[in-house]
């Protein structure tokens, strides 16, 4: 039951049209439906201003072309992650606009740009090979309106490239690292700064790294407060959780 | 928002008293309210019969009467699982009927009992080790109204034990198996019956049992059909399981 | 030793064609033989009305074909999972009437479908991934006789779309509920209910679900009552168990 | 090497009393004291109005009250956590204003307490077990600065608490949601809000629980966007992040 | 059904005053009486001349003493595993003959010591602090009626300790090698004999010897031939397989 | 340094052409090599009327059939492992008589079979996809010089299947049993026998059976005593295993 | 900031030019900028005489092509390591003196090659199908100037191949062990020598291996002393060490 | 046969007491006792100057001191880890030398200190917690002989603590890196020298620290060169290995 229809519902019993009883009944059995256009005024404000976001591992370029077009309809925006060339080339063919970013292996579709909120999303990995998840979450953060910095290879077991950036890091609002192998660099990042740290471990590594498992529970042991951490691989849910830290300082920024 | 306020206030629109709009306002802001009401009689139907259950474990024994007090305000009977000999003493001075079942570590106070519903819950169990969980299952499913038939020490080493017990168990309406170590029983069981089992694994083992791991594992790769699984050493969500079920043998048998 | 076996036997001895004792030697060493023919009777009895079922996974179209053969000259039905559309073909030239089942990966023969009996089976399943493994667990349900109503992609994270259908699963006689990633979705649905859930843990998930072991502690820890489980993927499990519950509401229905 | 003494020796220089390469080579060599410094002043600036934290478990009473003197030396605030009652008197008696916060295992001693900030942490928990570690999360957010309100016992088998709260939680800057067992609480929470949720897995549970292994891998497989996890009972690390990610709310706000 | 019971029946029918027919349901009926007095001859036959065993872990003395009791009514030894010295005592009391073998934690009662067969069962272990686990697998071997040889500390961090047994290793008929840490001696040990060698990881070690875990992964990864494995610490396990083995040599060698 | 030298520096010790202290510095020196003939001996005896063994997994046809050669060079008979198709054919160049044992996915070359030993190595398996791995155990075991006898599709899911063979397996000198899954037969089948018994786990299975951990842990808990275990899908193993315990009681069967 | 401006900044001050104060503040911010040139001074000293290293797995040809070029731009000579045939064909086309290391998958551009030190790497390994890891040890501490010494399949299921290097063994000055299944060889080895060994898991293996975990667990619980232990698979790693524990021997030995 | 028996022999066999074919057959059967006197001269050479080693957890106070008393009849010095206040007692008693370690637990007897070596183990801990098992590697490698540094309480979260070092660390010939939570400590301090680096991961950490794993696969995944890993809290394990290591460039530092 959407606002109208609870509206006329009402209109009814004041005009005598429905005797309360009967509208008793009928808003008991609706009280779900009640919570349905709840829902989505909730969403609405929930996602106000962020584009709608498809998952595409194991779906068809069909089915997410078919799921795009649905979201675009009502969006000016959208994000896909863990997206192939082929069902990028797919959506180009119905969104002359998409496009991919590589290394993220992300489409997004930007009819009109969020404007850039006033924090900065720092993003930090530790070797060249973290760089796909890294840039998962650099692209969320991005295409949600964020201003994003990108510090690469800045891994622990050269830490001076770490500290030459410490001036720099101490700027950004929130900050999103991301590490395989031994997954140390957040513990020393949040060391360096006082902003919250969103750490994202990753499968990168060999032998007992376990498929990021190592660096996972590095992360969630990690000696430094003021770290969080999210799955592996997780780019995506590193980029949104900063994006809705970010707008918190954006928010109130006035 | 309960069902008299609702009431007024759509005689209050009704009447003229209430505008529509303000109305509407007020049961938009209320539609939890409404499903708050709704959660009690959904409560109520839920576990109509049924006693409200305390789990003992990490309270102290002057919390544990405090809740039994609530909970037999409203209730005839009440089940206690996890209970300390000291607890049990502790609501035995406040309510005399309570009784302990020791085997079980479980308590139950019943000033009225339910009457048997028709079929039977049968509790297997593989060794004399497996017995307190195989008891709480037992103490669950009793309270809650079925009529429960033990059958202990069957375990798969000496499978005449077993197979001696086949037209009894055909007789069941569900079957709640309880095991240790390779967690077997479950599997045999339900090649000799076409009824639902409830496989429960018990910690009771040693080396790699992994605290009832390796039965748990056993139990959920059973390669026999209609086999469901509870977490280790959980005899009560068992005999709740087996109670639901067995309840719909009953509900319809008239 | 089958029945006409025996008969004649005790027939011997009732005309002294066998002395007591010789028979009363060769009972014993015949005592198995007894059972294989009680086996007969029991997984007649128990399989009554059931289709024999196929896991394909690991065998040739080949193989497949020649169980099917042998089933269905005495069963007549066949439920074949996990199977391949090159081996459904090769069924199919078999048995012209075999159906595949493309979402639940499963394949039918039905020539004589069973009654519906009363109650419904319920199955509900969190996100569009999860889809194979609910519909192998419909297709199940459905071969063996139960009336399956199908929610899907109702998972927690929007709470509603659940809470919509609150009224419908409180119609349903057994729950089947199947989850990947963190399996939150049992435990909800078990608090709204009073009849059996049947939890799945799906494989769907990256970095730490571990193929769905994330899903699978999630389920066996559950906070609600009422839940048992199945392994991971285990759709045909689920519509199995959950028939035989069925089945205990119908077979005591009038 | 700190400020006055790096001054006097740049004068020096200037003075003629000290040579550019035995500056040079001194400055070379003392480069590290140059961070020295920083770090001081880094560590001034990261922990401004936070009061410094002892981990008391494996600390002796003794050992606890030198480090709490060396700490209020030079802070005005204390908070301790995982303090035992033995701990507690022994620094009340160096600390007449410690306090000591027994669900939550921590003490503190409040010497200025920080004026609070605009913004609402809200804390909630799946079931009475899991107090504990919501406390200790409330005493850091509360020691922090920030506006705490709990909202205790919310568990998903009884989803209509939570709905019920739909409003209030939408108010709050930053939610820690705490949950053991099958740790579903946060995935719901998330779907309903728009803001930072940190899940806290606890170890309550048994069984396959693992000792909140379940919960935690539930939580870092949430199916819901917006989520960070921090490690098994790990309160004070929940509310120390929720600290930061509140105070980017109030630094922003004017 | 026991025998005397069925030969009646098989007379009855014989004399006429049982109907052929009639008997024909009563023995279907009872198929599994049969099996019955079956799993007493063939349990009988099974154990012939070993000694029942009880494992004491998690019984109260007095259990063990009432199982003692109900043991040596019809067998002339007896062998309980993992038994206190409190147990000891209260069935040393029963049965004076009763024996504490304090390093096995075993207790004997021998009233007729079996008769020793021609082979031999080496016991070999790694360390000193394996000698529970092995002297558990010695007090059983040797009750069981087998000769053994024990030879303790030989770990193959001193290989030449093992080397020089050499060649008495090669008269054993079967070798049970106990080892913790890295479990590696089965693997030597199997490379230097022709003989089956059972392979018991024990829990000695700490670290990330996962309580044996680690031992029992070398020895089922054995790289020499020839070597079964048993559960960890399970001394009693080898002790009785080694047995069964060595009476194969024994049962032939005439 | 081989025998011949050995006696030759005696002889020049005893002919006064060496003097004994240069002796002696040879022998301390050289007494690795003394071993090293002995080695040879040793082996000799080891291995005696057994096949060399190739494992082909990881090895290009070219080099299995290198290996073949020498080892054929000075043996009667080859077995070769996880033989592929291809890899036969290589060696079938090579030598016209291997044979290729499909199901086993072993090859064999026997220029002159051994004489089969008296006793009877039985072999299980629980489901018919459990039969390569028991396929391996049979070929092993056969060309080692063993009476093989096979059991299949014999799983406790239908129990009376395995019961009915009870006669049979009460035979037999020494059981493999092979099963996946649940891994619940070795338990039941050495509850019926007083012979050795060697579980093999199979990696059959789906979801938590963990590629045969699930069935391992079951068999290394088993409740039934005289099993022991070797590694998952390690028929090999078991046959040789089989094959050193049927020999002892050949060895002495005269 | 490098030494010359870091020089000039020194003299202007002391020149006049640059006031104490500017200096000052100008050497504060600067302060990472010193550690920099410290760490570019550190990093030289590091690595001096060793050749780069680039890890190939997951980067194009093209990509490790530019990475050599940039290295082989200021350095002598270069290693690198899981390096397909593709990308040694790649960087040959570059690098005509590339060399492919085909058993170790690892590439050299040897331009210049380092003076071997005086002691010796001794690189083990238990079975063949070891020896690519063991090559990458080779190939590494090759590279970077040690002598090495190979010794293959010197596996513990035949000790006595083992011992008979035992003399050989005690001249080395590091040891590398490599070994997959029970990983049992470094714990022998150790105890033969008095230097101190590296030991390296591999993967081989099968069932409960575990990819290498079995023999990490047993190499980290090795009952020997004097075993330190890097990654599955490592081999790269463990040469490095090797490498500077040698140069350790190397540099002190004049 | 030790060296005089063999140099008898020799002597008779010059003399002709002995002819040379039977002191063959003796050599051949008496091969390991040669071994034997060698594995003395070995272990002699082995432990040359090094104090034999008790680990006493899991020995009585009366066992330990009677090994100490076989070992100091032929040696200067020992110790003891794993050892308690009471088992110090009791050695003192019979040694009154005997000195307790505290921190590290381990308790020595020096009755003639072994010479300092040249170079240095500097031994780094990440925190206080750490420190127990930081002391015993010290104790360790000071009891061998070794020159100890102590940098403790450096963890990463406060990374300019442990650079304000890196001149010190930069003099040690061999680093011991301990370090539980994260376990990143020794990954930074192996980029920050060029020498042998060895990791202990300690059990210090909750949640999922795991005991220790979390710390061990970061360290057995460390992204620097020159790492190696011993097994968790074995801090005696690493000391031993860099005395042996440090040894290296004393042995040859003339």
Do not use: W
């Given at each position: 039951m ?13 005009g005598?049209r ?34 709608e ?24 925006n ?118 919250p ?6 499968s ?44 918190l ?6």
């Amino acid at each position: 039951m959407n606002e109208p229809k609870l509206r006329k519902l009402l209109h009814d019993v004041h005009g005598g049209r429905v005797p309360a009883d009967r509208a008793l009944k009928q808003l008991k059995s609706l009280a779900i439906h009640d919570l349905d256009f709840a829902r989505v005024d909730g969403h609405r404000s929930l996602r106000k201003g962020f584009p709608e976001v498809i998952y595409c591992e194991g779906k068809t370029p069909a089915q997410v072309v078919k799921i795009a077009q649905a979201i675009l309809r009502h969006n000016d925006n959208l994000l896909a992650t863990r997206c192939s060339k082929e069902t990028f080339r797919a959506v180009k063919r119905a969104f002359p606009k998409a496009k991919y970013h590589e290394a993220a292996r992300a489409l997004t579709v930007v009819h009109k740009p969020l404007p850039k909120r006033g924090g900065t999303v720092a993003v930090l990995c530790a070797g060249t090979t973290d760089i796909p998840v890294a840039e998962e979450a650099v692209v969320t953060a991005d295409i949600m309106g964020n201003r994003v910095k990108k510090y690469y290879d800045v891994g622990v077991a050269g830490i001076h490239r770490l500290l030459s950036l410490n001036e720099e890091l101490l700027d950004a609002t929130v900050l999103i690292v991301v590490a395989g192998m031994e997954g140390a660099l957040p513990s020393v990042v949040a060391g360096l700064v006082d902003k919250p740290v969103i750490a994202v471990p990753t499968s990168v590594g060999y032998g007992a790294s376990f498929g990021g498992i190592a660096a996972l529970l590095a992360m969630l042991n990690s000696c430094a407060s003021g770290v969080t951490v999210v799955n592996i691989n997780n780019g995506f849910g590193a980029g949104y959780a900063a994006s809705l830290i970010n707008s918190l300082a954006t928010v109130n920024s006035h």
